[in-house]
């Protein structure tokens, strides 16, 4: 069956599965102890597990769908992996649902493949685990089509650990229940450690009843898919493609919104430039369009530029 199947539908099937694995080993190396931790800069490290993690996805991806363009947070990876990174399998439950008629015959040229291989890593070295997601997004063209947001540190009924979530737009979502946030309130999420003035404008310019600093933009995501927040506001540049490309296809196939802070679309093809110089604004159950120009209009003018 997953020979035959539409290529979005493959390559979502594959990357569910890719995505529990590379929460694995996530999961190992913080075990071992030693995170080999490099600083990228200002609140930018990167561990050992950020350049595995990715190893292991693109690795995966790149066998199964040699001709499609992967662009991973951690740059260039060496694809030569053992055996036990290389995942083969595909998510068989995800592959018996239908393809949305609109990304049926999308061909494996018109996609690009958003990696961050582990979102929240300054949270991951101070201890804040639950804040950690493997993110997966699928773009066609331009537009961000398909998510997997994986918790390697989210623990089941069961004890287990691990939760994978994935969006598909026209087809909906799985892997959590969602909820809207209470009614009568108005609660933001945002960012821990970003924050500068132009920001704390655009937080100031809402009536929020509460505000909720959590790290990464897939966590951020997970508050409103979740009913914990009404709103992810992130009104400064900072965030890159592959931080928002999976979140903005989850939230938006249950039918939400995730855009810069004047309420455009990010462009996701292989060509555009990496950082969201926009900052992010995103909802669910809520006027996105009011959101927007709740924003004062110097903070969107300066933001950016």
Sequence with gaps: MASTAPVIMRIMASSIQTAKRAGGIIRDVLKQGDLGIVDKGKNDPQTEADRS?????????????PSV????????????????????DSDETFLQQSCPDEWRDAKPEDFVIWVDPLDGTAEYTQGYVEHVTVLI??????????????????????????????GLKGLGTGGFTHSLAPPGEFIITTTRSHSNALHQQALNAFPATKV????GAGFKVLQLLEGKAHAYVFA?????????????????????FLTDINGEHYAYNADVEHVNRQGVLASVGENHSE???????????????
């Excluded at 694809?79 to 990174?85: A, F, T």
């Excluded at 398909?146 to 939760?163: A, K, M, N, S, T």
């Design 53 to 65: 993690a990715q190893r292991c996805i693109i690795a995966s991806l790149a066998k199964k769908f």
């Design 69 to 88: 363009k992967i662009i991973g947070e951690e740059g260039g990876s060496d694809l030569n992996v053992c055996d036990d990174w290389l995942v083969e």
């Design 137 to 166: 997004g699928i773009a066609i063209k331009d537009a961000a089509v398909g998510g997997i947001i994986h918790q390697p540190f989210y623990q089941q009924p069961d004890g287990e650990l691990g939760r994978t979530i994935w």
């Design 212 to 215: 909720i600093k959590v790290g």
């Design 236 to 256: 400064t540049p900072g965030c890159k493609k592959w931080d928002t490309c999976a979140p903005e296809a989850v939230l938006e196939a249950q039918g939400g």
């Design 291 to 305: 959101l927007v120009y709740k924003i004062p209009r110097k903070v969107r003018e300066a933001v950016g530029v």
